[in-house]
């Protein structure tokens, strides 16, 4: 696999004439799919916003944006209906005029079963146009955020989906392939010219993007090139083979930052890293107790909440570049307290105490499952957390294997202690509670592993929806999270920090989401 990657970007630098304008992007991992509803995942998200658009953007501050909405907001007349007006002229790479019937079909395919982003329109009861650059979104009650559930749900031309039998959604979990699994057609500033996936995708400029006098637009190609070893990645920038890579390793920062001609900027990321846990069967597949499960009982959780020292992980293995989490929200998001981030302590000896009260003070032994090309240092992670929790009695087998294979792990339930990371674009709790604490069903609960399904919680998730009293809002916001904590359903690691390394040459902020839009960018 190394030698496939070295050769890879070797390819790359004999075949690309690559000028002022081409911009080779470089990153641990690829794009899981193209299809703009399969996968709610960062990095199929980030190659997806240079070929497509949604209605309103995130700028790389993080602030709202039109894109083919120039203006949004309730209803005058109908407090459960959003307005959105579209923009006009706007043409599909194919030159398909755009229009609301392509919104239409977009977001009523995000709300299908395959979609991974239907927990976004989970409240959304109807989508209407009362002409062709309209669109009215209508929802079971006022909802206070619609809009800011759309900034990374993608619009398709329909008639392109039709002609391509991509009119459903990719079931990637189901290893399912399709034509816009590889092929796109958006109204986005890139169009695709070719897709390998896992070895090279190159994007072209769009000359009749609708926005051309609106933003700098001055990188005009885009080769992008997955580079799983973090050696050779930093190699490849190190030696001109690529100009930008977005995950610069912590051990490397240093001699990125001080080469000649290269720079490294950082920000905090919008995500927490953490694990899940499967609560909720009366017994485990992965695991050395016959007949019970042991993560059933909360002291468990507890103790190996107790059991993780993030100090020891943010000093050693992220070298300072993270922030300890005691709670899967970042400060970016509303519902996010200073309190119950640092809640969690490490104590050895009140974990084992709570070991031997739950009833296994000898142990037990289960699989971790961890992605090992998706976070920064993940499978590094994992590896402290093995020792750590062999201190209380658990012993840990540890199983890393790519994204790919590992977030369908948590889709099919088919894992019982498993590393997952999570922004949250909204800036909002409701994303968080939608995804990952609301019991699965045909609306929610798609990343949630753990089998927690408590209907009173449910109920309050659902209601957050349509509560337009912010305050009101905000206090069931926090009787969620206290559930949560009390719970320990996850347990909390930190909150990443983002270090992009690219040529000095290269002018952009580095963005919360972690998605370079390349529209943005300036080339000196």
């Not at 609106?214 to 490849?236: G, S, W």
């Not at 240093?254 to 720079?263: C, E, H, K, P, T």
């Amino acid at each position: 696999m190394k030698t496939a990657l070295i050769c890879s970007v070797a390819c790359l630098a004999l075949t690309s004439a690559a000028g002022a304008d081409t911009l080779r992007w470089a990153r641990a991992g690829d794009a899981l799919t193209l299809d703009p509803h399969a996968q709610n995942e960062g990095p199929t998200t980030a190659l997806n916003h240079q070929i497509m658009e949604p209605l309103l953007i995130r700028d790389m501050t993080g602030a709202f944006e039109p894109a083919l909405a120039t203006e949004w907001a309730p209803s005058p007349d109908d407090p459960n209906v959003w307005v959105f007006k579209l923009r006009e002229g706007v043409t599909f790479h194919d030159g398909a005029a755009f229009d609301s019937e392509d919104v239409i079909f977009s977001l009523e395919r995000a709300m299908t079963e395959d979609s991974d982003f239907k927990e976004l329109l989970a409240s959304v009861t109807e989508v209407r146009a009362p002409d062709a650059y309209t669109v009215e979104i209508v929802t079971d009650g006022p909802n206070p955020i619609m809009a800011n559930n759309l900034t990374n749900l993608f619009i398709m031309d329909k008639g392109w989906a039709e002609a391509n039998n991509a009119v459903k959604v990719q079931d990637y979990e189901g290893g399912e392939d399709t034509f816009a699994a590889k092929n796109s057609n958006g109204t986005g500033p890139y169009k695709l010219v070719s897709r390998e996936p896992d070895v090279k995708t190159v994007l072209t400029i769009n000359e009749d993007y609708w926005g051309k006098d609106d933003f700098p637009l001055e990188v005009t190609e885009i080769i992008y090139t997955p580079i799983q070893n973090a050696a050779t990645r930093v190699a490849a920038l190190l030696s001109g083979e690529v100009d930008f890579i977005q995950d610069v390793p912590v051990q490397d920062l240093q001699r990125v930052g001080s080469a000649d001609g290269l720079d490294v900027r950082t920000a905090p990321q919008n995500r927490v890293i953490f694990f899940g846990l499967n609560v909720g069967d009366a017994d485990l597949a992965n695991d050395s107790v016959e007949g019970a499960n042991p993560l059933a009982d909360v002291r468990v959780r507890q103790a190996m909440s107790k059991a993780i020292n993030r100090d020891a992980i943010q000093q050693v293995v992220m070298r300072g570049q993270s922030a300890p989490a005691g709670m899967i929200a970042p400060p970016f998001v509303n519902g996010w307290t200073e309190a119950m981030d640092g809640a969690s302590t490490t104590d050895i000896e009140a974990a084992k105490a709570l070991m031997a009260e739950a009833g296994y003070g000898d142990g037990f032994s289960i699989q971790l499952d961890c992605p090992n090309d998706r976070y920064i240092n993940d499978e590094a992670i994992c590896q402290a957390a093995v020792g750590m929790l062999g201190q209380i009695g658990i012993t840990v087998n540890l199983d890393a294997k790519p994204k790919a294979q590992h977030f369908p792990l948590i889709s099919n339930l088919d894992t019982d202690f498993y590393m997952l990371g999570w922004g949250v674009p909204t800036y909002d709790s409701e994303y968080i509670f939608n995804f990952l604490v609301h019991g699965r069903s045909d609306k929610y609960g798609s990343w949630n592993g753990t089998r927690f399904d408590d209907p009173a919680i449910n109920d309050k998730i659902v209601s957050l929806a349509s509560q337009t009293d912010l305050a009101a809002r905000d206090a069931t916001i926090a009787e969620i999270w206290q559930v949560v904590q009390d719970q320990q359903l996850y347990i909390p690691i930190h909150h990443q920090v983002l270090n992009w390394g690219m040529k000095s040459g290269v002018d952009t902020v580095v963005d919360p989401e972690d998605t370079a839009k390349f529209k943005y960018f300036k080339m000196n």
